[in-house]
């Protein structure tokens, strides 16, 4: 499978605890996008990088949330301290370019925070 | 305020029937918009693109119209399946200096009955 990949595909966490979501983008993919989305909502932007530069940040990106994408290919996001807030469907896209490049989405990592 | 609005919230219809989805948005600049089918419990996949000077674009079933003049698109299903059941979302993105963003829309949760 050449498509995005995001793992785990789900994650069941106390509050309080850390946890960290991987995404592997399409490779050559040079965007990668990471979203948010709650129960009957679309996707809210969080983060997106090219290559390994982070180059915007949602004010929904709170000081808990962190993202990286060290080397340009794959991006994890962190979220410490989780409340039940951050329960949620978390995506994560990528794309060759902007513009109208197609952006391909992974299949999610769903949280739970209890 | 870059926003994108989808009706109906939700929408039932018998297979083989066809159905009408609606977008309107206020997001400038405008450089695309895009509609996406997504399955409960997975990522969104891309339907349609299209950008300001393109009025109608297929993908099989599925049509997608663009009015850039009165910032409204729709997503026409013809002869829906039971597969057709999912959530319909609508994608706009503004570009500014090279910098694209992606505003979604809530969707349009889609039921197709035997």
């Known amino acids: 499978d050449t498509g995005v990949s995001q793992n785990p595909r789900h994650k069941i966490t106390k509050r309080g605890q850390n946890v960290t979501f991987r995404c592997d983008p399409i490779?050559?993919?040079?965007?990668l996008y990471w979203y948010r989305q709650t129960l009957g909502q679309g996707p809210e932007f969080l983060t997106y990088?090219?290559?390994?530069?982070?180059?915007?940040k949602s004010r929904l990106l709170s000081d808990r949330f962190s993202a990286e994408r060290p080397k340009g290919s794959f991006s994890t996001l962190e979220i410490q301290r989780t409340e039940q807030g951050d329960s949620a469907m978390y995506l994560c896209?990528?794309?060759?370019?902007?513009?109208?490049?197609?952006?391909?989405f992974g299949q999610g990592t769903r949280l739970t925070v209890v | 305020k870059n926003q994108v609005e989808q009706s109906p919230q939700s929408l039932i219809i018998l297979e083989g029937k066809n159905c009408t989805l609606q977008?309107?948005?206020?997001?400038?600049?405008?450089?695309?918009l895009r509609w996406y089918k997504q399955d409960t419990g997975r990522g969104p996949v891309s339907l349609t693109i299209?950008?300001?000077?393109?009025n109608t674009k297929s993908n099989g079933r599925y049509t997608a119209t663009l009015d850039a003049d009165t910032k409204q698109s729709s997503l026409h299903i013809t002869a829906s399946q039971l597969s057709d059941s999912a959530s319909y979302i609508c994608?706009?993105?503004?570009?500014?200096?090279?910098?694209?963003?992606?505003?979604f829309g809530t969707g349009t949760r889609l039921k197709v009955l035997a």
């Open positions: 896209a990528s794309s060759l370019g902007g513009g109208v490049a197609e952006a391909f």
């Open positions: 490779s050559e993919h040079n965007r």
């Open positions: 990088f090219q290559n390994e530069a982070q180059l915007e």
């Open positions: 977008c309107n948005y206020t997001v400038s600049p405008f450089s695309n």
């Open positions: 299209m950008t300001f000077s393109e």
């Open positions: 994608v706009v993105s503004a570009s500014t200096s090279g910098t694209y963003k992606y505003i």
